[in-house]
């Protein structure tokens, strides 16, 4: 009748977690309450069986344990990545007849656990361990926080936005800081995608807004920001675009006739920025020649009738482009 009396004894005294309970016939001890720690339950017990439910070693397949493990610690943390969705513990006792249970499933000495799901939070692994006399048990506690998905975690998260993650570095095709797919334009300097400059898209001095490349004449991008009227690409002129890189500042410049660079590309034979010289017609920038219809008085021509010119009498100009003595000017 004791013995029946002590066992309901135990089953309230547990329940209130009284620390130690001794009853006549029927001993018990509770050491602790929830979490880890130690249990023992038995009568006279049996000697010739172990009491030992110690662990010596337990590992996580991801992570690291806090504190470093100790056979007396029976609480501990460790924190994984968002992409750590499942794990495994290995817990190996000190004496190899007693028992192991991970979240109440059997597990062996030494060997992975299965597969425990981890939700984002706080996940709760209780190791359990009985001794051989199946009355003493210790228990292991270890809180696993598995972390929320971030940008630079490695972990495509499409729900929060991102297209892509690298882990924090940036690649040909994806901006790391910000877990974007890489392109020119979006504000963002990619140097991993050969970006030189972002301006959201438009030209300023120093980037071509549309390659995200630092200006240059001979580039082929006409940037008016940076002082470029046109860019045929290399140093070649042709009839629009002085080119060349002799044309100094005149480069990437509009090819007219008058702007001191002679595009012969642009058919120029000269270009003496408008002026009439002794060797070329100012306006139409080609050499001064008596005869070609233009009135050159720097290279000393009184006049000019092209094809018109004639020393025969009643003619006002001379085929040398002078005023023919009878004329003081002609008509």
Not at 71 to 99: E, H, N
Not at 111 to 126: F, M
Not at 225 to 248: F, I
Request: hydrophobic share 35%.
């Amino acid at each position: 009748m004791d013995r029946f009396m002590n066992k309901e004894r135990l089953a309230v005294l547990a329940l209130f977690c009284i620390v130690t309970v001794t009853a006549i016939g029927f001993g018990v001890a509770f050491n602790g309450c929830g979490g880890g720690g130690t249990t023992s339950a038995g009568g006279s017990g049996n000697p010739s069986l172990s009491s030992n439910a110690t662990l010596t070693a337990l590992l996580l397949s991801q992570g690291t344990l806090t504190p470093v493990f100790s056979s007396s610690t029976f609480t501990y943390i460790a924190t994984l990545p968002y992409v750590a969705s499942t794990m495994t513990v290995t817990a190996t006792v000190a004496d190899a007849t007693a028992t192991i249970k991970v979240n109440n499933d059997a597990a062996v000495s030494g060997k992975a656990s299965d597969l425990i799901a981890l939700a984002v939070g706080a996940n709760p692994v209780a190791i359990a361990v009985t001794a051989e006399d199946l009355f003493t048990r210790q228990t292991y506690t270890v809180t696993v926080t598995r972390v929320s998905s971030a940008c630079g975690d490695s972990y495509v998260d499409g729900a929060a936005g991102e297209q892509c993650d690298t882990g924090g570095v940036d690649t040909a095709a994806c901006y790391g800081a910000i877990c974007k797919i890489s392109l020119c334009g979006d504000g963002y300097v990619n140097t991993a995608a050969g970006e030189q400059c972002d301006t959201s898209g438009s030209d300023t001095v120093t980037c071509n807004g549309l390659t995200c490349k630092t200006p240059a004449c001979g580039d082929g991008y006409v940037n008016l920001a940076a002082g470029e009227q046109c860019d045929a690409g290399g140093t070649s002129d042709n009839s629009t675009c002085n080119m060349s890189v002799s044309s100094g500042v005149k480069r990437c410049k509009a090819a007219h006739c008058g702007d001191g660079y002679v595009n012969v590309a642009a058919g120029e034979q000269c270009d003496s920025s408008g002026v009439d010289t002794a060797t070329c017609n100012g306006a139409t920038c080609t050499v001064t020649v008596c005869g070609d219809g233009i009135v050159n008085l720097a290279a000393g021509e009184q006049c000019d009738f092209g094809a018109g010119n004639s020393n025969a009498p009643g003619h006002c100009c001379t085929t040398a482009c002078q005023l023919n003595p009878s004329f003081t000017q002609c008509p």
